[in-house]
């Protein structure tokens, strides 16, 4: 280990611990848990720009077409231009456009009263030709250069500076920009930036950048975060960023991976982004979500619907799943671009949606424990060498296995698996492993590899659900549906969870499964009579190879047990959902 350091001193704080899981986990608890996210945070974002009309049409396509979204991201609320590179970008403000977006406080209104919260854009830049350049200059707001002036500078074609956070009058006064948005009706924003403060700046009483630079990110996201919980209340609005310093999770709930290229390179594209998602879960950054497709595309042009289609694969297994058009709007696929692409990323959208109550106990237990959401195999299998070197495959908690395609016109590839059975979660295959091995597996271009342990269960949604974000009329949230809770359970070994919101599930499945009778506490029961028009609940809906599934009314505790397999229950009396046991 080589440690460098831009000063005469050094504080280290060292976690002696036996695994990276506990030193990971002492590291992100150190100082406090990670800060709270939404319940809505769990279902797509989808990036909407260009004004009203178009934020509009996007939210009636959506419940139209039933495709799941939690939030519209409306990133030129404070106005959009052309750019240096012949797209569409921001002007770097901090205020409300008026022409692109009419009456937005009501329009937001009316996209709660839909099951959409509203998100948009700021970032710590003061720029020309706007009010804010103004007045930070006027009132000493900014930082100043080594003789005492202003200091400003190129921010790619703009002009400006940024926000001196050292400065107590420079933060109230930007405070009530945020205030603003917040009182507007805005749920949160992409918190953007927070990197560029200038080493030889002069800032506050007498530090200078140096001092500053490593913790302007973590003080402009308490910034944004002090304005939403004031206004919003703890836990119920969110700034996601890209920059940050140790703690920085402590005060932005939601991360993600800056601008990657619309590309399949390794060092700024696709594969760059899930690495960082991993990377910082090792750092105590434990929620997490990228651009689909990606941002910039300076290098390899716009994104394809081959590149377009394995990130929506990719993004549906983040924990935040989030669309932007990038600079080359006009020219990047797009979810929209054809009703193909459309249909997968309903689909995707559907599954991200379904697993909200899996996301939740992944962020519980980053709340409790400092695990992050989005493992390295370090912190699930240590020891074994060839799973931590495995290339582009992470796990999701402890129990699923994610391996992404990242590369281009390739329809298969191999994942390393470690010992025992596992199941495809899309596609209804089982491997057994008697020890770390790889194995080969199919990828169509709209498919992604996903295996689920031995042992697991996974709880999900009811299949109508399209937002947690509370909605009106016959939009259906997930509060319309939550005396339903639908469990899968892998057998061939045991598991349980305990839901967030009540009621555990404790499974075994070590014997050999057959279409036998089904039992509630030792007692016959009609589960396995099919299901039809007279039998809606309590009834076998299928069994046939390698999965059986029934629909069952909960009950409030008991054992439900079929061949070669039990399923005790506690508190789940007043719910009811489809159980599907692979085997």
């Not at 000493?140 to 926000?163: K, Q």
């Not at 295996?451 to 109508?464: C, N, V």
Request: charged share 20%.
């Amino acid at each position: 280990v080589r440690i460098s350091a831009w000063g005469n001193t050094l504080d280290l704080l060292v976690f002696p611990f036996e695994t990276p899981r506990e030193a990971v986990a002492a590291l992100t608890l150190h100082g406090g848990p990670p800060a709270l996210a939404p319940d809505w945070t769990w279902g797509p974002w989808i990036g909407v720009q260009r004004g009203t009309d178009e934020l509009l049409r996007t939210a009636d396509m959506l419940r139209r077409l039933h495709i799941p979204a939690t939030a519209l991201w409306a990133q030129d609320w404070i106005g959009g231009r052309a750019n240096f590179f012949g797209g569409y970008d921001l002007p770097y403000h901090w205020e409300w456009d008026q022409e692109l977006y009419p009456d937005l406080p009501a329009v937001i209104a009316g996209l709660h009263d839909r099951g959409f919260a509203f998100l948009g854009y700021f970032n710590p830049f003061i720029t020309e030709p706007h009010r804010e350049f103004d007045e930070a200059l006027e009132h000493g707001y900014l930082p100043l250069t080594p003789a005492g002036d202003p200091y400003t500078f190129s921010i790619v074609d703009r002009f400006g500076s940024v926000l001196d956070l050292a400065n107590p009058d420079a933060r109230a006064w930007a405070k009530e920009f945020l205030v603003d948005a917040v009182a507007m009706g805005q749920d949160g924003w992409m918190c953007d930036f927070g990197e560029w403060m200038p080493l030889d700046a002069q800032v506050g009483d007498g530090m200078s950048g140096q001092d500053l630079h490593n913790a302007y990110p973590v003080l402009w996201h308490e910034l944004n975060m002090e304005a939403l919980n004031e206004v919003a209340g703890p836990g119920n609005g969110l700034c996601f960023g890209r920059s940050g310093w140790t703690g920085d999770h402590r005060f932005t709930p939601v991360t993600w991976g800056g601008d990657q290229e619309t590309s399949w390179a390794r060092d700024d594209g696709i594969a760059t982004a899930r690495e960082i998602g991993v990377g910082l879960g090792l750092s105590g950054v434990g929620r997490y979500g990228s651009d689909i497709a990606g941002f910039s595309s300076e290098w390899d042009g716009p994104s394809t619907e081959e590149l377009y289609l394995r990130w929506i694969t990719m993004g549906a297994f983040e924990p935040v799943m989030r669309t932007h058009d990038g600079l080359a709007e006009d020219t990047n696929w797009h979810f929209e671009a054809d009703t193909s692409t459309l249909l997968t990323f309903r689909r995707y959208a559907r599954l991200h949606m379904r697993l909200q109550p899996f996301w939740e106990l992944l962020d519980r237990q980053y709340q409790r424990e400092g695990l992050p959401l989005m493992r390295h195999a370090l912190l699930v299998e240590p020891g074994d060498d060839l799973l931590r070197d495995a290339p582009d495959q992470h796990f999701l908690g402890d129990d699923l296995l994610v391996a992404p395609v990242l590369e281009p016109g390739v329809v298969a590839r191999d994942v390393v698996l470690p010992a025992g059975a596992w199941y495809g979660l899309l596609d209804g295959g089982r491997w057994v492993v008697e020890e770390t091995a790889a194995v080969e597996v199919a990828a169509a271009m709209t498919e992604i590899p996903v295996f689920a342990r031995a042992g697991s269960l996974l709880p999900m949604l009811a299949p109508d659900v399209v937002t947690s974000f509370p909605a009106r009329g016959d939009v259906v949230d997930a509060g319309d549906r939550d005396d339903r809770i639908d469990i899968t359970a892998f057998h061939g070994g045991s598991g349980s969870i305990e839901l967030v919101d009540g009621g555990r599930f404790t499974f075994v499945g070590d014997g050999a499964v057959s279409d036998g009778p089904l039992t509630w506490n030792d007692e016959a029961t009609d589960l396995d009579q099919p299901c039809d028009d007279a039998r809606a609940w309590d009834c076998r809906e299928s069994f046939g190879p390698g999965e059986a599934v029934y629909r069952v009314s909960w009950g409030e505790s008991g054992t439900l047990a079929g061949p070669g397999w039990s399923l005790a229950i506690e508190g789940g009396a007043g719910r009811h959902g489809v159980l599907t046991l692979r085997y």
